[in-house]
């Protein structure tokens, strides 16, 4: 059995627990399933947030993804990854992004989600708007992320522990 990789791009809150279950459900060969949810906060810096906005460029957005779980798929032992990002106007709980990494190993399924996470936060396609009560603002990246996203560009192919 392959790699199984799922990216999707939707409005609709999705289930973490059932997409990990889904992408595990008959593998005898998987030792470890890491699964990340980017959640909606209620405040940015000590400020309240009502609602937070995410667009995309469709088509692109995806085919961007896909690239980079390609990429993780070619540096780790992993038997599946599942990337699901949000759209549209969510409020503060509300869940954005889920990255669940399998593999035989745990190095492997952690050090692929922390790849795909530093990607989705620095390099993804996609622009977020916060709404506070005075107003609306775009949020620019931040210098941390970037730093955190480089170091995998310098590190080149990782093997998972046993």
């Known amino acids: 059995m392959g790699t199984i990789t799922t990216v999707r791009i ?3 809150p999705f289930d973490t ?3 990990a279950a889904a ?3 008959g593998r005898t060969d998987a030792g470890a399933v890491v ?4 959640i909606c ?3 940015e810096n000590g400020v309240p947030i009502a609602a937070l906005t995410l667009e995309h460029y469709p088509g692109m957005a995806e085919a961007e ?3 980079h779980v390609a990429e993780a798929t070619e540096r780790w032992p992993l038997i599946g990854v599942t990337v699901i990002h949000r759209f549209g106007r969510m409020l503060p709980g509300d869940d954005i992004m889920m990255v669940v990494t399998v593999s035989s190993h745990r190095a492997a399924a952690f050090a692929a989600a922390d790849f795909l996470m530093d990607y989705l936060k620095t390099r993804a396609p996609f622009w977020k708007q916060v709404e506070k009560t005075d107003g ?3 949020v620019d990246a931040k210098a941390t992320d970037d730093e955190a996203a480089a ?3 310098a590190a080149g192919k990782h093997q998972a522990a046993e």
């Open 10 to 12: 939707q409005s609709e």
């Open 17 to 19: 627990a059932a997409e």
């Open 23 to 25: 992408i595990t459900r």
């Open 35 to 38: 699964t990340f949810t980017g």
């Open 41 to 43: 906060r209620g405040d």
């Open 65 to 67: 993804i896909e690239r």
């Open 136 to 138: 609306k603002i775009w």
């Open 151 to 153: 170091r995998w560009a």
